[in-house]
Nanobody
Framework: QVQPVESGGGLVQAGGSLRLSCVIP????????IAWYRQAPGKERELVAR???????DYADSVKGRFTISRDNAKNTVYLQMNSLKSEDTAAYYC??????????WGQGTQVTVSS
């Protein structure tokens, strides 16, 4: 089964930090665009950040300057470092690997809760 596996979510106070990890099956890791999405209750899923195999990244405006996406090719893992967390960052965070346009493999999600 081709499925990314996320970890690292939890409960944190506003202003704190968390680092999410996403392990991608090795067979698709090197050729994929890897992205983090989030979905808060009652809201649509939104793109948070993504990274391509060459290392280029882009971010949602709401997280620029606070979140950093990176990849460790040796561990076929992508990270999302989240700093200066706000209550509005509370959501289920999902990792998605896209080896080709229109094809996404989704993880099961990890919950991030930021208390104010």
């Amino acid at each position: 089964q081709v499925q990314p596996v996320e970890s690292g979510g939890g409960l944190v106070q506003a202003g704190g930090s968390l680092r999410l990890s996403c392990v991608i099956p090795r067979g698709i890791f090197s050729v994929s665009v890897i992205a983090w999405y989030r979905q808060a209750p009652g809201k649509e899923r939104e793109l948070v950040a993504r990274i391509i195999s060459g290392g280029s990244t882009d971010y949602a405006d709401s997280v620029k300057g606070r979140f950093t996406i990176s990849r460790d090719n040796a561990k076929n893992t992508v990270y999302l470092q989240m700093n200066s967390l706000k209550s509005e960052d509370t959501a289920a965070y999902y990792c998605a690997a896209s080896p080709t346009k229109g094809l996404n493999y989704w993880g099961q999600g990890t919950q991030v809760t930021v208390s104010s």
